[in-house]
């Protein structure tokens, strides 16, 4: 795999080159001290992965990863010195397209580096991810089981590449009390679940909070999944956690959640696939949408990558295919339908 790094501090380059040249089917593509160098260096020559920092002169990494998603669009993975401290920046770049984050390596006070071995396990993560973009997830049928239990409408939402930003537009518009729960499964790592939790309260008037395990969906309320886990609805109605599928790099799964409601949820309701690279969520949508829920696809022209909205759209697995403008209005109206 031929990664390029994008910081304008010396001692990151050389760490991060460092920690990358030790595996060896890596090799550095090209370095870059600034986001306007790193976009014409893509343009001419584009990596599979760029570690890309936030904070830059010239043009940080927000703006470097939005001009590369648009013209020479790669996989980029955002490296910043503190993820904590820059988490609005994080997700901003995650909304024009970053697929995850995680913190600089540095040296410590003993010459050894810290955080050398959650870099490796990202790219390689994102290897994976990269390399099944184009190959298909088989699914396992599910045998439904039907209860009685009064529960609210669920709105599913599954999302990975471009998702925060999605998001936020779909948030943003809706009333305080539409009368339903809100699930959403965005691929992101178990660190930035509780600051994308509460990034996006400040977009909404709904309370947004991470789905804890055992917890009942509650209406008026957004869940966001909160663990590298997989995120499935029990039998009994609550959020659960499970490491199955193990060996699948999207995680967490939209797929598994959409056939854990498929099974499990009393209700025929709505169900929503955001941007994203891959297929993950396409074949879970396709069953929802034969149990009769209401499925609603990102378009093409909105979506900052289109592989998973594409996959379901091939498989027949949306009703409607909208642009993310109007996704808000369409599934306000197939709430009055069903409050």
Not at 94 to 116: H, Q, R, W, Y
Not at 197 to 222: F, I, M, S, Y
Not at 314 to 335: F, H, T, V, W
């Amino acid at each position: 795999m031929r990664i390029a790094i994008v910081n304008d501090q010396n001692i990151a380059v050389e760490t991060i080159r460092r920690i990358v040249i030790t595996v060896p089917e890596y090799e550095i593509a090209w370095i870059a001290s600034n986001g306007a160098e790193a976009l014409e260096k893509c343009r001419k020559d584009k990596p599979d992965l760029i570690l890309m920092d936030i904070v830059m002169p010239v043009m940080d990494g927000v703006q470097a990863t939005s001009a590369i998603m648009e013209s020479c669009p790669c996989a980029i993975l955002v490296v910043t010195a503190t993820v904590s401290g820059n988490a609005t920046k994080v997700f901003e770049a995650m909304g024009c397209g970053a697929l995850d984050a995680v913190s600089t390596p540095v040296f410590n006070g003993e010459g050894k580096i810290v955080g050398a071995d959650d870099l490796i396990k990202k790219i390689n993560m994102l290897g994976r991810l990269i390399r099944v973009n184009n190959t298909d997830r088989k699914t396992v049928p599910i045998e439904k089981k039907s209860t009685s239990s009064v529960v609210p409408p669920l709105v599913a939402i599954g999302c990975s590449t471009g998702g925060p930003k999605a998001l936020s537009i779909i948030l943003s518009g809706m009333p305080k009390n539409p009368g339903a729960s809100f699930v959403i499964v965005q691929h992101v790592d178990v660190q930035f679940a509780s600051g994308l939790a509460e990034w996006l309260n400040n977009q909404t008037k709904l309370d947004v909070t991470l789905a804890r395990e055992g917890r009942q969906p509650e209406k008026d309320t957004v869940y966001i999944a909160e663990t590298n886990d997989h995120l499935v609805i029990n039998s009994d109605l609550t959020f659960h956690y499970t490491k199955e599928p193990r060996d699948y790099p999207f995680r967490p799964s939209i797929d598994t959640f959409y056939l854990s409601i498929d099974k499990n949820w009393p209700r025929k309701d709505i169900a929503v696939l955001l941007t994203g690279i891959g297929k993950d969520g396409a074949h879970g949508l396709l069953a929802l949408n034969k149990a009769g829920w209401h499925t609603i696809v990102q378009d093409e022209k909105t979506s900052v990558a289109f592989g998973m909205p594409k996959t379901a759209i091939i498989l027949g697995a949306a009703k409607q295919i909208l642009p993310i403008d109007n996704i808000e209005d369409s599934i306000m109206k197939q709430l009055k339908k069903r409050v």
